[in-house]
């Protein structure tokens, strides 16, 4: 006898299916023969709307600068969600690069510690949570980046620094008419935006398996496929 369950295994939002194989061969009662792990996904559920999170992000960030780089992310992980097979989870990616910042403007010297205890207030999922606290790994977070989502966000929230930086310099003001080869001479010159750590762009690629180039190529795109909404609802905030 099969019996397939679904049970949580751990607070990050990992579901884990078990098969549980029961045997009376010799008695009348069921007893549990085996066990076996049969698969494990990720419930992506944020425990909030987007109006709920939009009302968090300004009670703790009123800066203009910071509500464009939470927008941007949140554009930018909605459009890697779609991009990698994960569209319908793209709710989850986009909020969590919405508010992966959320204590950085009041708590910049509790990054990444502070941000449960301001998410739990706005009812937060552990998943969002763990999802928030990984980006800052290794730099003010132990929590590591597990998720493919994760891994996302703690390499494109650098880069899209750099991107939106670079963008300024340019006429069109736009990153839409941006290449990559442009792109890898402002990340080979360290005095430009200085403050983006190549490090961790590296380093982000390298959890994701890829190459500069195509974190560059996608996260320009994905920067692209939102920049306008992004104006709009920052001159709307
Ligand atoms: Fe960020």
Known sequence: MLRKKRLVSNLSGCWTYIAIILSRETSK??????????????????????????????????????LLHALTVEGVMRWYAKELGYGEDEEFWAMAGLLHDIDFEKYPEQHCQKAPELLKEANASEALIHAVCSHGYGLCSDVKPEHLMEKVLFAADELTGLIGAAAKMRPSKSCCDMEVSSLKKKFKDKRFAAGCSRDVIREGAEMLGWDLNELFEKTILAMRSCEESVNNELAAL
């Open 29 to 66: 009662y069921w007893k549990i023969y085996e066990i076996i792990l049969l698969e494990e996904e990720y419930f992506m559920e944020t425990g909030m709307t987007r109006e709920e999170a939009i009302a968090v992000l300004k009670k703790y960030n009123q800066e203009s600068f910071h």
